[in-house]
């Protein structure tokens, strides 16, 4: 058995300048709390964060998370999503991925995975759907055919191209997904799994044969309002950080509620199960 590849994923910090919050959120706070969870992991190769890196994409946004994320032990992985502005991001962030042709994405070869990050960011006609151009797929085709064919292909963008049964959600997806998949056959492969953010709900699924894990939010979470029409409704979830192991070929995603401060209990204690509530758990 070879040596895994281990890394954490975040998406949808929407951070907003220091001093500021975000619906009574602190972004630094929730930012805080998952690298410090991460620190504890027993191996972390690198972090991904899947995009929306701030809410209006302001310099002193940018400014802030730099700040945040200035004694990570571990190399990170930068995206943006709708919420971020690409100017702004890369003067502050000028060693993130480059494709050389003014757009965040890039391919990273592992000895046990290939990662690509796609940016589908639209800024051409703002809102907050997700675009992929001509140069975008071109990219995207090119980087499938030089991920090595021997492991896995890890495909990252922050919005879905498929529709996920919430509408104001679905509504803002990417506008792209048959040419993405016009993309994949040009290529001759496709990616073996997906990860994205946006929709700030845990979703997983298969889009044409290929498995999904979309991303909670380290925000505000979307309220699952299944088939209903209407406003975008948030709720007050507790966020998750997706601990992702890739080992001679399989791929393994735990999602880790870093913000949980309940009991551990031993499951196999009489003790435990001759509590009459759950709360009676905190002193076992």
């Keep these: 058995m070879s040596n895994a590849l281990r890394f954490a994923v975040l998406t949808d910090l ?8 975000i619906y009574g959120f602190d972004p630094r ?12 992991l027993p191996q972390v190769d690198f972090l991904v964060i899947a995009g929306d890196l701030c809410d209006r994409g302001e310099a002193g946004a940018y400014d802030s998370l730099r ?13 943006v999503g709708n919420h ?12 993130a991925p480059d494709d050389g042709q003014g757009f965040v994405q890039g391919l990273h ?15 051409e006609a703002p809102g907050h759907h997700g675009r992929l151009c001509a140069t975008r797929l071109a990219f995207l085709e090119d980087a499938l055919r030089q991920a ?33 998949l016009a993309a994949f056959a ?3 492969r496709q990616p073996d799994y997906l990860f994205m953010g946006h929709v ?36 007050i979830e507790a966020p998750d950080l997706a601990y992702v192991t890739v080992q001679d070929g399989e791929v393994l995603i735990h999602d880790c509620s870093f913000s949980y401060e309940g009991p551990a209990f031993d499951l196999e204690s009489p003790e435990a199960a001759a509590v009459e509530t759950p709360l009676d758990l905190v002193n076992h």
Excluded: K
Aim: proline share 9%; net charge negative; charged share 20%.
């Design 186 to 188: 040009r290529a001759g």
């Design 200 to 235: 700030h709900r845990p979703i997983s699924g298969l889009w044409r044969g290929i498995p999904y894990h979309i991303q909670r939010a380290l925000m505000h979470q979307v309220h699952h309002e299944f088939d209903q029409a209407g406003r975008i409704m948030g709720a």
């Design 14 to 21: 929407h951070f907003v300048p220091a001093g500021q919050t």
């Design 84 to 95: 971020d502005n690409r100017s702004q991001f890369r003067a502050v962030f000028p060693d």
């Design 67 to 79: 700040t945040a994320l200035a004694e990570l032990p571990v190399p990170v992985i930068l995206m």
């Design 29 to 40: 706070a929730c930012l805080a709390r998952a690298l410090a969870f991460l620190r504890t």
């Design 148 to 180: 090595p064919a021997d492991r896995p292909v890890l495909l990252f963008q922050h919005h879905p191209p498929m529709t996920l049964s919430i509408p104001p959600m679905d509504a803002i997806r990417l506008r792209d997904a048959d040419a993405e």
């Design 109 to 123: 070869v592992f000895d046990q995975a290939s990662l690509i990050t796609l940016d589908t960011l639209d800024e």
